[in-house]
């Protein structure tokens, strides 16, 4: 699975949008992209993953540069409750077990 | 539907005790995983179940042993128990084990070994 590197942490004002980014320059062509968050001692929760197209639900939406080395996580309008570290994960579809972790990004959302 | 659900939320042991973390879940997913998580650090695999019946190990296996008991269970026993395994423990599941996948996780189990 491809490396990603990630800024340590962002602030962003409540009601505004939080954008995410996450580089990972050395993604194969079958590599998704996923998006995680842990929120303070609480278990990691999904929130979106992509391969190539952009992608929307209803937690935030996603976007993948066309050359698919960067990606972009938007949270529309962020609350104090999105606080939380967020984790840009690379993975083949094929790959058995863990997502690997990386130390992500701490978003902290002030009022 | 409950999810996933770990028992117990918090434990204190004495060095070279053995205890039974417990996980099920109930969205009838095929595959199982334990993870462990240090301070400061991401989430390091430490073994995992694709399918009933299967098992393997993760990243960091060692001092501990994993049963699938059935398709909703799947616990982590630590059969003598050392201060290096303090952590914070995580069962999550999967429909499948492929990596386009998404995992869901639990709440969390968190052991100190004294």
Redesign the interface.
Known sequence: DAKTTQPPSMDCAEGRAANLPCNHSTISGNEYVYWYRQIHSQGPQYIIHGLKNNETNEMASLIITEDRKSSTLILPHATLRDTAVYYCIVRVPRSQGNLIFGKGTKLSVKP | NAG?TQTPKFQVLKTGQSMTLQCAQDMNHNSM?W?RQDP??????IY?S?SEGTT?K??VPNGYNVSRLNKREFSLRLESAAPSQTS?Y?C?SSLF????N???????TRLTVL
């Open positions: 996933v995983y993870y400061g650090m991401g989430l390091r695999l995992y694709a393997d993760g990243e914070v995580f999550a084990s492929g990596g386009d998404e995992q869901f996780f639990g709440p969390g």
